[in-house]
C-alpha cells in the first residue's frame, strides 16, 4: 500500500470522514463527478495483462533465439549465456529501489516509462543484423556452386584438392573472418530490457492489492499469469517460424543458399522477433498514461492493530535510510528469508532448462532449430492451465498459507519425480566416418582419437578443421566430401550433388 496516502488517512481520518459526508450531503447529484471510466481495476488488469504477454513474448523470443545468436555472432556457449542473463543482471541492479521508491510516485506511469525502456532495448538487440553485413558460414560448396555458375550449369567440379584444375581459385577452407563486437548490442540490449522490467511485476501487483477487493486478488493475479504464458507459447511459436527463414532473407539471393534448416550452420531470421517484440511493448505502455495514480476502493476500514502497524510504517519515509530499514525488516523475517532462498533455487534450475533447452533437443534429438522452438512451447499450455487452475482453488476454499504451500510442495515433488526422464530419453549419436565409426562402418574407440584419414581419402588434401557434412547412401555422414572420397561434384546452390568414383 502507499505510505504517504495511508499516512494522510490515518493522520486525518475523522477530518476527512466528516468533511466527505458533507461535501456528499451539500453537492447535488447531477454536478458530483463521476469516476473515468479509466479508474477501474479491471481496466488496469487487462492493461497489465497485455503488458504482461508482451514482457513474456519478448523474453522467451530471446531464449529461443539463444543458438541463432550463437552461430550468427561466432560466439561461445558460455559468452551467449552471459547475453542472456544480462536481463538478470539489469533487473537485479534497479529492482530493489524501483519497488521501494516507486511505491511513492505514480506507478502507472513508471511502468509506462519501463515498458518504453523494454521496446528500446529489443530495437537494440536487432539492430545488428542492418550493420553486420550477409551472413556467412562456413562451406567449400560456395566456392564450387560460384565456379559451376560462372562456367557452365553442367560442369562438374572436384572436391578432391589434389585432382581439381582449379585449385587456385578453391580455398581448402574457409578462412574465418575477425570475430566481431556486434553481439555486445545484443548485451546492452536484453539489459534495457531487464531494467525496463523491473517496475511492472512489482508495482502492477501491489497496485492491484491496493485497490482490488481482497477475495479477488487472488483470482486476478491468477488470470493475469495465466494470460502471461500466452505471451512464451506465442514466443517460441513465431521463432519456430522465423527460424525457417533464412538470416538475409530480403537481402540477398535466396537460390545462392546452399544449406537448410535443418544443416547445423543453418541462421533463422531472428531479428524479426524483437522488431516485432518492441512494437507490442510500445503498444503495452500506452494505456498506463491514463490510469490514474489511486482508485476508490471498496475495502472495509482497517483493524485498530492494523492502523497501529501502518502509523508505524509512516514513521519511514521515503528516505535511504528508511529504504534500508525496510530492507533489514525482510531480511530478519524468517518466513521471507526461507521464501527467497527456495526461490533462488527454482529459477536458477529453470531459467537455465529454459535457456539451453533447445539447443538440447537439437543435439540430442537431431532436430532443427525452428522444430525445436516449436517443441518447447508446445508444453506452456499446461502451465497456463495450471495457474488458472490454482487461482479458482485458492479462491473456492480459501486456501490460507499452509494449504497454499501444501499445493506448491505437490505440484513441485510431482514435477520433479518425472524431470529426471530426460537424461534416458534420447535418439542414438550421429555415426560420423572417422570419429564414431570406420570407413568401413565399423564402430571406433573414441578415447582413441580421430581416425579422419583412410585409404579412399588419403591422397585428397582433405582439410581436418572444416565441418562441411555429407550424407552417404550407406547412412554414415562424412565430415566433408573430399574425406568421404568423392572425386566429382555436379550442380549448383542446394543440388550440388557429389560423386564417390573410387
Known amino acids: 500500500m502507499e505510505v504517504e496516502k495511508e499516512c494522510g488517512e490515518l493522520n486525518n481520518l475523522n ?18 463527478k463521476k469516476p473515468s471510466c479509466c479508474a477501474s481495476i479491471k481496466t488496469f488488469l487487462v492493461a497489465l495483462s497485455f503488458c504482461y504477454f508482451a514482457k513474456a513474448f ?7 533465439s539463444i543458438t541463432q545468436i550463437e552461430r550468427r555472432f561466432d560466439i561461445s556457449s558460455s559468452t551467449v549465456g552471459i547475453v542472456d542473463g544480462s536481463f538478470e543482471i539489469g533487473n537485479l541492479l534497479m529492482i530493489p529501489f524501483v519497488s521501494y521508491f516507486g511505491a511513492k510516485l505514480h506507478r502507472p506511469r513508471i511502468i509506462a516509462a519501463g515498458c518504453l525502456m523494454m ?40 572436391p578432391c584438392l589434389a585432382n ?19 553481439w555486445v548490442y545484443v548485451l546492452v540490449g536484453n539489459m534495457l530490457r531487464g531494467i525496463g522490467e523491473t517496475p511492472i511485476t512489482p508495482l502492477g501487483i501491489s497496485y492491484i492489492d491496493d485497490f ?23 514466443g517460441f511459436m513465431l521463432s519456430s517460424l522465423f527460424a525457417r527463414l533464412y538470416v538475409d532473407i530480403g537481402f540477398v539471393n535466396l537460390d545462392t ?13 531472428w531479428w524479426i522477433g524483437f522488431l516485432l517484440g518492441g512494437v507490442l511493448m510500445l503498444i503495452s505502455g500506452i494505456p498506463f498514461c491514463f490510469l490514474p495514480k489511486s482508485m476508490l476502493t471498496k475495502k472495509t476500514q482497517p483493524s485498530p492493530e492494523e492502523q497501529k502497524l501502518k502509523v508505524t510504517e509512516c514513521d519511514e519515509k521515503a528516505t535511504v535510510n528508511g529504504f534500508f530499514l525496510s530492507l533489514k525488516a525482510l531480511v530478519c523475517n524468517p518466513l521471507y528469508s526461507i521464501l527467497i532462498i527456495m526461490t533462488l533455487f527454482q529459477m536458477n534450475s529453470f531459467l537455465g532448462f529454459v535457456t539451453y533447452l533447445p539447443k538440447y533437443i537439437e543435439q540430442q534429438y537431431g532436430q532443427s532449430t525452428s522444430k525445436a522452438n516449436f517443441i518447447t512451447g508446445a508444453s506452456l499450455p499446461a502451465a497456463a492451465l495450471g495457474m488458472l487452475l490454482s487461482g479458482l482453488m485458492m479462491k473456492k476454499y480459501k486456501f490460507g498459507l499452509l494449504s497454499a504451500s501444501k499445493l506448491v510442495f505437490i505440484s513441485s515433488l510431482g514435477s520433479f519425480i518425472f524431470f529426471p526422464s530426460i537424461f534416458v530419453i534420447g535418439c542414438e549419436r550421429l555415426e560420423v566416418a572417422g570419429m564414431t565409426v570406420s570407413y568401413n562402418g565399423s564402430k571406433l574407440d573414441t578415447l582413441g582419437g580421430n581416425q579422419l584419414f583412410s585409404d579412399c581419402n588419403s591422397d585428397c ?8 557434412p555429407v550424407c552417404g547412401v550407406n547412412n554414415i555422414t562424412y565430415m566433408s566430401a573430399c574425406l568421404a572420397g568423392c572425386k566429382s561434384s555436379t550442380g549448383s546452390g542446394k543440388s550440388i550433388v557429389s560423386d564417390k568414383n573410387v
Open 15 to 32: 477530518i476527512s470522514t466528516v468533511a466527505q459526508d458533507t461535501q456528499d450531503e451539500t453537492v447535488p447529484d447531477h454536478q458530483k
Open 58 to 64: 519478448s523474453g522467451s523470443y530471446m531464449k529461443s
Open 119 to 158: 521496446a528500446l532495448g529489443s530495437f537494440l538487440t536487432a539492430m545488428p543484423h542492418f550493420f553486420m553485413g550477409p551472413y556467412k558460414y562456413n562451406s567449400m560448396k560456395v566456392e564450387m556452386s560460384s565456379q559451376i555458375n560462372s562456367i557452365d550449369s553442367t560442369y562438374s567440379v572436384s
Open 164 to 182: 581439381t584444375t582449379l585449385t587456385e581459385d578453391i580455398k581448402p577452407e574457409c578462412v574465418k573472418e575477425t570475430s566481431s563486437y556486434f
Open 212 to 234: 482490488a477487493e481482497p477475495k479477488n486478488t487472488a483470482l486476478y493475479i491468477a488470470c493475469l499469469h495465466t494470460v502471461a504464458l500466452f505471451g512464451p507459447m506465442t
Open 257 to 269: 543458399v546452399i544449406i537448410t534448416p535443418q544443416d547445423t550452420r543453418w541462421v533463422g531470421a
Open 461 to 468: 588434401r582433405c582439410s581436418t578443421s572444416q565441418w562441411d
